[in-house]
C-alpha cells in the first residue's frame, strides 16, 4: 500500500514504464487523508519471478491482486503513460466480467502503436525519468555505453537507491514491456475514462515518447473514439513524468479527488477491503 488508511474506496494505481510505484508517493500524499492508494508494482523484482511480455495476462494477474483487497466493485483504478494502458485493460477485463468500474483515471498515456522494438537505451531513459526524474544522461550517451556502463551510469544516477542486480532485473522487465507494447492494441470497451494531459506535452507540436513520435496538441489521443464517447481532459502542469511531481502533484491530486467524490456519489460504495497480502 502507498497510502493505507481511509474509508473511501482504494484507488489502485499501476506502475508506469518505470516498473515500480514510486513516482505517485508524491501524489498519495496530496490526496485526501481519508483516500486509500494502492500501488501495482511490475512482477520480475521478487526471488524467481518471470517478468511479463504479455499486457493482457498482466492484467489479469493485477486483477487477481487486487480483487485479494477488493473483491468486488466498484473499481477506481489509474496510472501514468504506460500504467494507464495497463489500467485500460484491466477495466476492460473487469467489466467483460460484469464488475462495475467506476472511474479510470490516466494520466498523459497513448494508445500504443509500436511498430519496431525500442532500443535498450531509450528503456533505461524512461526508467531514469520515472524513477528519479531528469538525470542529464543523454540517450546518445547512453547507446555507445556497454550493458555493463549503463548499469553503472543508472547506479550512480540514483545516488545508490537500487543495487545493480536490482538494475539489472528492472532492464529485463523493461524489455518485457518493449515487447507488450509491440504485440498490444487495446480493444474498444464503453468505460468511464477521463485524462490528464500535462501543458508542457501540450505546447509542443509533437514528441518523442518511447522512440514514437506522438502528437502534443492530440488532447484526447484517441481513447475518446476507444470507448465510444467524449472524455473529460483535465490540463495539469509539468511534463509527462513531473506531473506527479510538486508542485504539480498537488494540482493533479485536487482535481482526481473532486472526480473520485463525484463518482462515489453516484456509485455505491465499494465492498470494504479484504485482509490479505498487499502488493
Given at each position: 500500500?502507498?497510502?493505507?488508511?481511509?474509508?473511501?474506496?482504494?484507488?489502485?494505481?499501476?506502475?508506469?514504464?518505470?516498473?515500480?510505484?514510486?513516482?505517485?508517493?508524491?501524489?498519495?500524499?496530496?490526496?485526501?487523508?481519508?483516500?486509500?492508494?494502492?500501488?501495482?508494482?511490475?512482477?520480475?523484482?521478487?526471488?524467481?519471478?518471470?517478468?511479463?511480455?504479455?499486457?493482457?495476462?498482466?492484467?489479469?494477474?493485477?486483477?487477481?491482486?487486487?480483487?485479494?483487497?477488493?473483491?468486488?466493485?466498484?473499481?477506481?483504478?489509474?496510472?501514468?503513460?504506460?500504467?494507464?494502458?495497463?489500467?485500460?485493460?484491466?477495466?476492460?477485463?473487469?467489466?467483460?466480467?460484469?464488475?462495475?468500474?467506476?472511474?479510470?483515471?490516466?494520466?498523459?498515456?497513448?494508445?500504443?502503436?509500436?511498430?519496431?522494438?525500442?532500443?535498450?537505451?531509450?528503456?533505461?531513459?524512461?526508467?531514469?525519468?520515472?524513477?528519479?526524474?531528469?538525470?542529464?544522461i543523454a540517450l546518445k550517451a547512453l547507446r555507445a555505453m556497454t550493458a555493463e556502463q549503463r548499469i553503472d551510469a543508472l547506479f550512480n544516477a540514483a545516488d545508490g537507491a537500487f543495487s545493480r542486480d536490482f538494475i539489472a532485473q528492472a532492464i529485463e522487465i523493461l524489455r518485457g514491456f518493449n515487447q507488450m507494447l509491440l504485440d498490444y492494441?487495446?480493444?474498444?470497451?464503453?468505460?468511464?475514462?477521463?485524462?490528464?494531459?500535462?501543458?508542457?506535452?501540450?505546447?509542443?507540436?509533437?514528441?518523442?515518447?518511447?522512440?514514437?513520435?506522438?502528437?502534443?496538441?492530440?488532447?484526447?489521443?484517441?481513447?475518446?473514439?476507444?470507448?465510444?464517447?467524449?472524455?473529460?481532459?483535465?490540463?495539469?502542469?509539468?511534463?509527462?513524468?513531473?506531473?506527479?511531481?510538486?508542485?504539480?502533484?498537488?494540482?493533479?491530486?485536487?482535481?482526481?479527488?473532486?472526480?473520485?467524490?463525484?463518482?462515489?456519489?453516484?456509485?455505491?460504495?465499494?465492498?470494504?477491503?479484504?485482509?490479505?497480502?498487499?502488493?
Open positions: 500500500a502507498i497510502k493505507r488508511k481511509g474509508n473511501k474506496p482504494p484507488l489502485f494505481l499501476v506502475h508506469p514504464i518505470g516498473a515500480l510505484v514510486l513516482c505517485y508517493e508524491p501524489l498519495a500524499r496530496a490526496l485526501p487523508d481519508d483516500q486509500p492508494v494502492y500501488g501495482l508494482q511490475a512482477r520480475g523484482f521478487e526471488g524467481k519471478e518471470h517478468a511479463f511480455t504479455n499486457l493482457p495476462e498482466m492484467a489479469a494477474f493485477y486483477i487477481e491482486a487486487i480483487k485479494t483487497l477488493q473483491p468486488q466493485g466498484p473499481y477506481y483504478l489509474g496510472g501514468q503513460s504506460l500504467g494507464g494502458v495497463i489500467a485500460y485493460e484491466m477495466a476492460r477485463q473487469l467489466k467483460a466480467q460484469g464488475d462495475e468500474i467506476a472511474l479510470l483515471a490516466m494520466m498523459d498515456s497513448y494508445i500504443p502503436n509500436q511498430r519496431k522494438q525500442i532500443d535498450d537505451a531509450v528503456m533505461i531513459k524512461a526508467f531514469i525519468e520515472s524513477n528519479i526524474g531528469e538525470t542529464g492494441r487495446p480493444k474498444a470497451s464503453n468505460l468511464p475514462l477521463i485524462l490528464f494531459r500535462p501543458e508542457e506535452v501540450l505546447q509542443q507540436t509533437s514528441r518523442k515518447i518511447l522512440g514514437v513520435v506522438r502528437p502534443g496538441f492530440a488532447l484526447k489521443s484517441g481513447w475518446d473514439k476507444l470507448v465510444g464517447h467524449d472524455i473529460t481532459v483535465h490540463r495539469v502542469g509539468g511534463g509527462h513524468d513531473s506531473m506527479l511531481r510538486p508542485p504539480h502533484a498537488e494540482e493533479l491530486a485536487q482535481i482526481l479527488a473532486q472526480e473520485i467524490d463525484q463518482t462515489t456519489a453516484q456509485s455505491p460504495i465499494a465492498s470494504p477491503i479484504a485482509s490479505g497480502k498487499n502488493r
